[in-house]
């Protein structure tokens, strides 16, 4: 039975340590979010930190509400891009522990 636990304790620290270094990854990548084919793009990192915004001058212009409109989508893209990698990356960690239904880590 101790043995079984001391095994136990070891996986879940080699996930823990392989979890932190994909998390640390994850905040060195970078995404692009665009809206309005290329009109407005946004750049954020994988801790969803806004890193550089791209507004083509002529929208602001023409149609600053249609301008916000996009800046907002662009960020949305964005945020699910993120969340889509680290989906992959992280998801691959916790495969084979028969977690609970619902429940996801990191906690």
Do not use: Y
Request: charged fraction near 25%; charge should be negative; proline fraction near 4%.
């Amino acid at each position: 039975m101790k043995a079984q636990i001391a095994q136990l304790m070891q996986q879940a620290q080699r996930m823990q340590e392989e979890m932190q270094r994909a998390q640390e990854e994850l905040a060195r990548l970078e995404v692009t979010g665009s809206a309005g084919g290329g009109l407005v793009n946004v750049v954020m990192s994988g801790r969803h930190e806004t890193r550089r915004v791209n507004i083509d001058r002529k929208l602001l212009a023409d149609d600053p509400e249609m301008a916000e409109d996009l800046i907002a989508a662009a960020i949305n893209d964005a945020i699910n891009k993120v969340a889509e990698l680290s989906q992959q990356r992280l998801g691959g960690l916790t495969q084979g522990l028969n977690l609970p239904p619902g429940m996801k880590l990191p906690f």
